[in-house]
């Protein structure tokens, strides 16, 4: 009990910004969660007599050029922007395992099709293909959503391929195949747990960059329209405020939306430090 | 011509202090070949890398001396400067490392790797250079040399690859040579060539050798002397041949014991029994070796071995009770 | 072993580059031609009439099949025709070409300023693994990577523009006090200079400065971290020990020997940066008022004007695999062993 004790402390101790980390993560999951609840305004109701009001104590982050509580709109876009972030991620994992698990077991024609496919993403400036995407596909949420799951593929379906390519005949997996495991069980049963722990790095610092991605979309008016609270748009519409010195519209969702991103960032590279020291840059 | 006297290093690591050498004493005469032979894990290569100043930053040297004397300098090695240390390097001592392709620059021509240094030690003109460099390739026997100065260490064999870490080394005419492990890695014909290379070289320039190996039987047959280390401590030092005819320490008897030659069987060979003990321990034994010795006992063997007397003048050994 | 001559490994990074711009056709084509709704509707426009769209339809050439389409389009690439804006009202093409220009300068000195910082940070770091400098450069690296650019780029010219007044107004490549340089490359920097006009130069680095400031800050980091890994590697490498060993000064050992190789890897990243960069290149674009073809496809998207879209994005990826191209072939030059493997 104390050697746990004492070892979880140590841990700690050794990732202290890791676990600030978590605790930013666990305070942006509660703001996406209760966000709406406890805003103290409506994020949408205008009032053009409080209209771009500097940060106050009753309007601690200010309010924008309809007199909207900034603080109020920056909490309730929480749950939109790591929503989108968490499909887009979601999707692309499951896809992009999928794809990486065939292409990396089976070899052969499968894996050159694939790879092939992924190179031609892989071709393409990222954010310029998801803007193309979006662009084509049309203007909606659902669709930012597939374009930033679609440009985070290649990264999902080359680390599993490589790390299936490894293991593919390795002992514990000619043992499954001995004791009459068909491959598709192999995949799922044998294979995929065994690459689990080293994705969870890259769904963490993909998750940042996800939400980057999906913000950028949204600030050159793709995907999420106004009056809809979003971090990516507040901060295009407080772009023109500026430069005459209503700073508070664009920096507060500016700065969450940085913060939520570092913190997945550093969340990513904590975890990388714990599962594998070696991977350490 | 070297004599190191107490060498005592740590390393600082995350688990702890490794104390990785304890009191090591040793000394080389001119001309003279002498082996380092231990376990992985013994201290040889620290040994060697603190003599060179090449440690990684971890590791501290917390005592001893390392006299060095040469025609031209006399200097404690672990007091002298950086810079002063950086003109002896490679000019009045050398080293060769194991794993030849490695230790060779992967994207420079390997005749350059060697005007490189000869450049910073020599004054030769730039365009003498090239041809000292092309004659150190021929004196290390490497069959077309002007082809050879051109290749990168990647299109060479791990044999050529020591060849050409050889002449990198010898370039400048140093004394002494420390070689650490200079034929791990190369398949056995090619080991036997290495070794009968370095032998003829350090005959003709009369060039001090330490040979750095965990293969006792290489050791006896190019050596003159023998250091045996375990677990950072010099355990015995003798000439080669009373070492095997008379083992006093019951490690070297057993690693004796456990080498291989053309006339025993398989059978005869007899494994070491235990491992090196944790270096990191704070509760660390003053013998190292009492954990695994036969002939352990505590009421004679509580304190450090270390400062025990000559039994003969040219024979050291670490024990209490001494074979 | 017979080693392949310099020209073989160039023409043959040049063929494996084909296949890249093949998808890339493809995938391009297949944007506009494979959607949901109506491509044809999507050419002319949000405001176009029916009798406009069948126009459009007609010409080009969506009532055949796919794969003629797909003939017609590559045929249509081969003459240079992209189509017509119906903002400018210019060809795509010639709206391209003429604010291509920009957009490169700004990514290039958006690249250098990133590289002449980021290089060295990273060095530094690597000499002294463990201190504080070398925590402070990590957080740096991660706190770089998780900045959104258009929130840095805005937050600049609060600062510096607004603020301190130590920058021009943040609208495009010239104060309007200024003409342009003739053209001879496109670079405003680079043609003020050729044409000897100092006052111009100083005008357009002044309006270059914090774009490319924005766009650097966001390279910064995986450039410091990759530099700073590979250093790292090297300089515990065996081969730096032997050089150490010799004797070589500590310059040519840290420059010489472990710089030249650490550069492998950087020289690779270049690849991922320049990814990076072409996307941030569009925000920082529109937060600057920039006028490179970012910005024009920010405009296009705004007006729901397709063709330029389409041609913006085979302009960025064929650039992009050019890009890469040129990066494969630097490599090629640092590293005797590329091109042996393969």
């Not at chain 1, 909490?75 to 065939?102: E, H, K, Y």
């Not at chain 1, 609270?229 to 700073?247: D, L, N, P, Q």
């Not at chain 2, 350059?112 to 460099?133: E, F, N």
């Not at chain 2, 002494?176 to 032998?199: C, F, H, S």
């Amino acid at each position: 009990m104390t050697t746990t004790l004492k070892h979880t402390r140590y841990v700690i101790g050794e990732n202290l910004i890791t676990f600030a980390a978590f605790a930013l993560f666990l305070a942006l999951a509660l703001m996406a969660i209760l966000g709406p609840a406890i805003a103290p305004y409506s994020p949408l109701t205008t009032n053009s007599a409080i209209a771009l009001q500097s940060p106050s104590l009753a309007h601690w982050f200010g309010t924008d050029q309809l007199g909207r509580d900034v603080l109020s709109r920056v909490m309730v876009a929480t749950r939109l922007d790591l929503g989108i972030a968490v499909l887009a991620v979601a999707l692309s994992f499951v896809v992009g395992s999928f794809l990486g698990t065939c292409a990396g077991y089976f070899g052969g024609w499968t894996d050159r099709i694939i790879s092939r496919c992924i190179d031609t993403l892989m071709a393409f400036p990222l954010f310029v293909l998801a803007m193309g995407l979006v662009a084509a596909l049309g203007n909606s949420i659902e669709n930012i959503i597939y374009a930033t799951a679609m440009i985070n593929l290649p990264l999902y379906t080359r680390v599993i391929r490589s790390e299936v390519l490894v293991r593919r005949s390795a002992g514990f997996v000619e043992a499954a195949r001995l004791t009459g495991n068909g491959d598709w069980r192999i995949m799922a049963y044998h294979l995929f747990p065994n690459v689990l722990p080293v994705m969870m790095v890259h769904v963490s610092l993909n998750m940042g960059w996800a939400i980057l991605n999906a913000a950028g979309l949204s600030f050159i008016g793709l995907g999420v329209q106004p009056p809809t609270a979003e971090w990516g748009i507040m901060v295009a519409e407080g772009a023109t405020y500026i430069v005459s010195g209503e700073w508070w519209l664009a920096l507060f969702p500016g700065a969450v939306l940085m913060l939520a991103v570092f913190c997945f960032n550093l969340l990513g590279d904590g975890l990388r430090d714990l599962i594998d020291p070696r991977m350490r840059t | 011509m070297l004599s190191v006297e107490d060498l005592s290093v740590e390393f600082r690591t995350r688990a702890g202090v490794v104390k990785a050498l304890e009191a090591v004493n040793f000394s080389v005469q001119p001309g003279e070949t002498v082996g380092i032979v231990g376990e992985s894990g013994s201290g040889k290569s620290v040994t060697a890398f603190t003599l060179m100043g090449v440690l990684d930053r971890a590791g501290q040297v917390t005592a001893g001396r390392a006299l060095f004397q040469s025609n031209r300098v006399a200097v404690d090695l672990l007091k002298e400067s950086e810079s002063s240390l950086r003109q002896l390097r490679g000019q009045e001592l050398s080293m060769i490392f194991q794993n030849p392709r490695t230790a060779l620059n992967p994207i420079r021509q390997v005749g350059k790797q060697i005007t490189d240094v000869l450049r910073c030690h020599s004054d030769l003109p730039p365009a003498d250079l090239r041809l000292k460099a092309l004659e150190m390739l021929a004196s290390v026997r490497i069959p077309d040399p002007v082809k050879r100065y051109e290749a990168y260490p990647y299109e060479l064999s791990g044999g050529l690859c020591q060849r050409i870490m050889i002449a990198l080394a010898l370039a400048c005419s140093p004394e002494l040579l420390i070689a650490d492990e200079p034929t791990t890695g190369l398949d056995v014909t090619t080991q036997t060539t290495v070794m009968n290379l370095l032998k003829d070289l350090a005959a003709q320039r009369q060039m001090a050798t330490v040979l750095i190996t965990h293969d006792l039987a290489l050791a006896s047959e190019y050596c003159d002397r023998i250091v045996v280390m375990h677990a950072g401590h010099v355990v015995e030092s003798a000439p080669t041949h009373s070492l095997f005819s008379q083992p006093r320490h019951p490690y070297t008897a057993k690693l004796i014991a456990a080498t291989p030659e053309p006339h025993k069987s398989f059978a005869e060979l007899m494994p070491i029994g235990g491992n090196l003990p944790d270096l990191k321990a704070m509760d660390l034994a003053p013998c190292r070796f009492s954990t695994r010795c036969d002939r352990f006992d505590s009421a004679l063997c509580g304190q450090t071995p270390l400062k025990r007397a000559a039994l003969a003048p040219d024979h050291q050994v670490a024990c209490w009770q001494p074979l | 072993m017979a080693k392949p001559s310099t020209s073989q490994i160039v023409t043959q990074r040049i063929l494996a580059a084909l296949p890249s711009v093949i998808g890339v056709v493809i995938v391009t084509f297949l944007l506009t031609r494979a959607l949901p709704g109506d491509p044809a509707a999507f050419f002319a426009g949000p405001a176009a009439t029916a009798a406009a769209i069948e126009e459009v339809r007609r010409n080009l050439g969506l009532d055949k099949s796919l794969l003629e389409q797909f003939f017609l389009y590559v045929g249509d690439l081969f003459r240079g025709d992209l189509g017509v804006s119906l903002i400018t009202g210019q060809t795509v093409v010639y709206d391209l070409m003429t604010r291509l220009p920009a957009s490169l300068e700004l990514t290039l000195a958006g690249l250098v300023l990133a590289i002449a910082l980021a290089v060295p940070l990273g060095v530094l770091a690597a000499t002294r693994p463990n201190s504080w400098i070398d925590h402070g450069i990590r957080l740096l690296a991660t706190a770089g990577v998780s900045l959104p650019t258009f929130f840095t780029g805005l937050f600049l010219i609060y600062l510096l523009y607004y603020r301190l007044g130590v920058v021009p107004a943040p609208l495009g490549r010239l104060n309007i006090l200024y003409s342009a340089p003739p053209q001879i490359t496109g670079f405003y920097l680079v043609d003020s200079l050729l044409s000897g006009n100092l006052g111009l130069f100083g005008a357009a680095a002044a309006q270059l400065f914090l774009p490319a400031v924005t766009l650097g800050l966001f390279a910064l980091a995986p450039l410091t971290r990759v530099t700073r890994a590979s250093m790292l590697g090297m300089l515990s490498s065996d081969f730096i020990r032997t050089a150490r060993a010799s004797g070589l000064p500590p310059r040519q050992v840290l420059f010489g020997y472990a710089f030249r190789n650490a550069l492998l890897p950087i020289v690779t990243t270049l690849g991922i940066v320049f990814s990076f960069l072409l996307g941030a290149n569009i925000l920082v674009e529109k937060v600057f008022a920039w006028p490179g073809i970012g910005s024009y496809a920010v405009e296009a998207l705004v007006a729901s004007d397709y063709a330029p879209i389409q041609g913006f994005i085979l302009t960025m990826a064929l650039l992009y695999v050019v890009l890469n191209l040129l990066i494969d072939l630097l490599y090629v030059v640092i590293d005797p062993r590329a091109g042996v493997e393969s």
